[in-house]
């Protein structure tokens, strides 16, 4: 009985501790405390406890009188104290009021008497201050004056020292160059007799050698020119011999020349006449050969024209001044309606197809006012053997028709498993359309145009094998034409990533344990300090998406030292009763995110008992036992704008819907294994996702670049005891005294959200909201 006592007793401090405010967050609001329950084993101990004592007491057990007894007299005492307790609190509260009317009276009197001393005195010291500063300038002027005056003598000195100095030198320099102008005139004059006589000896000796070699070169040219008379003669013999053998050889050539002239001539008219013949043939052949590849070519065009075509989906039909065109059939012609077309067109693997529009007289009430649905319907023109499902619309009014274009047996010329060219056969089309949809005035734009035009929801088309390569056919287009058309083709290559996308949101719906393993857990405190998260990749969970693990190793902002702090980022409108785990510790949370934030604990527990010894890691885990989301569907936002003219009914007015969505609990069967990857930023601080994650394995190396970067943009602090800016060890940048609202953001995005300290929760549980966090 005593041990139960003693918890009973604890269990209540417990409570208390746990429910005063963190350190840090002045002007919280206090939070209730969280009850604290018995184990089955504490419970089995002080039942087995009771027992023992009861057996031991029972030799004990009073009689009922003299309990009686001893409870009226305990009563008669618990009323006496009660009495005197009472009257020592009156007494308590009285003498309490009296002591803070004195001491605040003292106060006020201390303050007054300080205050009246202290006015004389910062009187008297500013006008010292003043008398002082006035006495140091008029020092400051005398003192610049004076280095000025010095200054100014000593350089006007200077510079005349310098300009004797240098007229000095000039004198000097001008007596050396006359000096070394006559040394050199002096030298030049002798060199020059000198080189005068060498030239006059130099002239006589190449005289006397001229003469010699003169007549030396004479005697040598007779001899040469008596040589060469004797071979020029015997040249002009062996040169006559030569001419009457050449003109021997020449007149033989010209003889067989004329001859082989002659047999030439014959072959190559043979051969003109036989080119002739083979050219005419294969000019006919090449003719036949191009006009079968006009035909195909043209054939491929019409065949290509129609392809790119396929994947039209949607054609409007713009018919300008509809008012004055489209009119209803003249009276008294016996007239059911009048018909529009558009110009011709291919889509969805139909050719040569045409919208109509038809204009039927108004229907009208006895009193003149127009009465039914309209007088305007829309028709399609297109090819026998077509099913269609389209949406016609003209100006706001739409309409869905699924139907079959028949064909008689002939219109599909039979199979002769030939693919020969034969004559061009005639489409034969058919239309399907609306009844009376509309009045056309009534969807007339300003402009005075209308648009009318066709979707085409699913195209079925019946044709034969070969018409492929077929002539194109002819067409008979329908009259009169009005107005342009506009195309647009639809192409979709995203349908396997859609696929994909909406089968893992499928699939994290029946996700109920989210494991996220943290490697190297033993260097965390260390690369990440307070207030600084290391941050799980983005994951989705029982039909919650955009949900993330914020944990903090050296805890965040008011978690006692040595704590560290987990919380579970979720979006907004998301009520969640869940487990958070990390080792052997687990905590049971439960909170409705009014928006986008954080919740779980400050003082999740003391991070050295977490990390595995053995594996050096962490794994933290998110159990969902129950989770509802809210949703809004805004009604009429996205409604097409109806055109403005008479009779136009505007867009309903926009509301909102507000769904529910809440997995039952027994389909929350998977459990999700989150990649073993980290990000320094968590989901409510970014302004725009992620661009990638980082592998353990270099997490030492991304945070000494976060460290190197803060050193870069923080390496100048202020010396506040010097009074001077030197480059030193920087200082960790303080957050600013009331952090600023983040920029609007788009709903498709999270909002960034920084958290703050909330209210809701246990005893050091914290939910993190957008409502402002300091940076860190």
């Known amino acids: ?56 007491l029972k030799p004990l057990f009073a009689t009922k009188a003299e309990v009686q007894d001893a409870v009226s007299k305990a009563a008669r005492d ?60 008029d020092r400051i002027t005398e003192t610049d004056q004076a280095v000025r005056t010095m200054f100014a003598d000593e350089l006007a000195a200077l510079v005349q020292n310098v300009d004797a100095q240098f007229a000095s030198l000039k004198q000097e320099l001008v007596e050396l160059i006359e000096l070394r102008a006559q040394q050199a005139a002096q030298n030049l004059a002798s060199a020059k007799r000198d080189v005068e006589t060498t030239i006059e000896s130099r002239r006589r000796e190449a005289e006397e050698d001229n003469g010699r070699i003169r007549l030396e070169v004479a005697a040598e040219f007779k001899k040469t020119m008596a040589e060469q008379a004797k071979i020029d003669a015997q040249q002009d013999a062996e040169t006559k011999k030569a001419c009457h053998e050449l003109h021997a050889r020449i007149d033989a050539a010209n003889a067989i020349a004329e001859e082989n002239k002659a047999t030439a001539r014959q072959d190559t008219n043979e051969a003109v006449e036989r080119a002739s013949a083979h050219l005419a043939r294969y000019a006919n052949i090449t003719d036949r050969h191009l006009a079968a590849l006009d035909k195909e070519g043209a054939r491929l065009v019409n065949v290509l024209a129609r392809t790119v075509e396929t994947p039209t989906r949607r054609v409007e039909w713009l018919i300008p001044d509809a008012c004055r065109v489209l009119r209803p059939p003249i009276e008294g012609l016996k007239q059911e309606f009048t018909s529009y077309f558009s110009p011709v067109f291919h889509a969805a693997t139909g050719e040569d197809m045409q919208l109509e529009v038809r204009v039927f007289p108004p229907q009208l009430s006895a009193d003149g006012n127009r009465t039914g649905v309209g007088n305007v319907a829309l028709y399609l023109w297109a090819a026998e053997g077509m099913q269609i499902a389209m949406r016609f619309w003209a100006g706001g009014k739409t309409s869905t028709i699924e139907g079959l274009f028949d064909a008689p047996d002939a219109s599909f010329g039979g199979s002769t498993g030939s693919t020969a060219l034969v004559a061009r056969p005639v489409v034969q089309r058919s239309a399907i359309g609306t009844r009376r949809l509309c009045w056309a005035e009534d969807q007339v734009e300003e402009s005075g145009d209308l648009k009318v035009g066709i979707e085409f929801l699913e195209v079925i ?31 979709n290559h995203r349908i396997v990533g859609q696929v994909r996308k909406e089968v893992e949101r499928l699939q994290a719906r029946l996700v109920r344990r989210v494991e996220w393993l943290v490697q190297q857990a033993s260097t965390l405190p260390r690369l990440f300090g307070p207030v600084e998260p290391i941050c799980s990749p983005i994951f989705a969970a029982a039909g919650v998406e955009g949900m993330q693990f914020l944990f903090y190793p050296s805890g965040y902002s008011g978690a006692t030292e040595g704590f560290c702090s987990l919380f579970l980022y979720a979006p907004a409108g998301v009520s969640m009763k869940f487990r958070l785990s990390a080792g052997n510790q687990i905590r049971d949370c439960n909170n409705h995110f009014v928006e986008g934030g954080a919740y779980g604990r400050a003082n999740f527990c003391r991070f050295d008992i977490l990390p595995d010894p053995q594996e050096d890691s962490i794994l933290f885990v998110l159990e969902i036992e129950e989770v509802t989301q809210e949703l809004h569907v805004k009604v009429g936002e996205d409604e097409q704008p109806q055109p403005k003219g008479k009779g136009t009914r505007q867009s309903p007015v926009e509301t909102s819907v507000k769904l529910r969505r809440a997995p039952a609990k027994e389909s929350l069967v998977d459990v999700k294994p989150i990649p073993s990857m980290w990000s320094a930023k968590a989901l409510g601080d970014m302004a725009q996702p992620p661009d990638g994650f980082h592998a353990f394995g270099s997490l030492k190396e991304q945070r000494s670049k976060q460290k190197s970067a803060r050193l870069a943009q923080y390496g100048t602090v202020q010396v506040k005891d010097g009074g001077s800016s030197r480059g030193g060890s920087p200082s960790r940048p303080q957050p600013p005294a009331t952090p600023s609202r983040p920029p609007p953001r788009s709903p498709a995005s999270p909002s960034p959200s920084f958290p703050t300290e909330s209210s809701k929760g246990s005893a050091g549980e914290r939910s993190l909201s957008p409502a402002g966090r300091s940076s860190g």
Do not use: F, W
Not at 90 to 99: I, K, L, N, P, Q
Not at 108 to 135: F, H, M, N, Y
């Open 1 to 56: 009985a005593d041990g139960v006592d003693a918890r009973r007793a604890r269990a209540p401090l417990r409570a208390v501790a746990r429910d005063r405010p963190a350190r840090g967050y002045e002007g919280a609001m206090p939070k209730a405390p969280k009850p604290v329950y018995a184990t089955d084993r504490e419970l089995e101990e002080a039942t087995r406890e009771l027992n023992d004592k009861l057996e031991s």
């Open 78 to 137: 618990v009323a006496e104290v009660r009495e005197e307790v009472d009257m020592l609190q009156r007494s308590t509260e009285e003498a309490t009021e009296r002591v803070a009317n004195d001491s605040k009276q003292h106060t006020d009197t201390s303050c007054q008497q300080v205050l009246d001393e202290v006015k004389p005195l910062i009187s008297k010291l500013g006008t010292d201050t003043r008398l002082t500063t006035d006495a140091l300038d």
């Open 461 to 491: 088309r019946h044709m034969l094998p070969g018409t492929a390569s077929a002539e194109p056919p002819k067409v008979e287009v329908s009259e009169p034409v009005l107005g342009s058309l506009r195309l647009q083709r639809h192409v």
